[in-house]
């Protein structure tokens, strides 16, 4: 089974339960699937939120820290993110 969030063409969002893909798009180009809330069959799928990943440039260093690329641990203390240890 594999679930979809779906929605009419009144704009009901809805999670419908398909067999696969290829009977979700057979479903509901049969109209087999109802809107639960106004019964409508004109069903799309509706777009996914994007899966953000990870936190981008949590390694980078900051602009401006004086002891960018050094060795040793700065003054900082790495507090500002500049040394990784
Ligand atoms: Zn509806």
New binding site residues.
Partial sequence: MIVYSVK?A?G?EFEGWFGSSSSFDREIAAGECA?P??G?TKIEKAPMAPAVSGTKGSTSVPAGCPMSGASEAPPCAGSCGCFPG
């Fill in positions: 009419c009144n009901h809107c809330e106004c409508s």
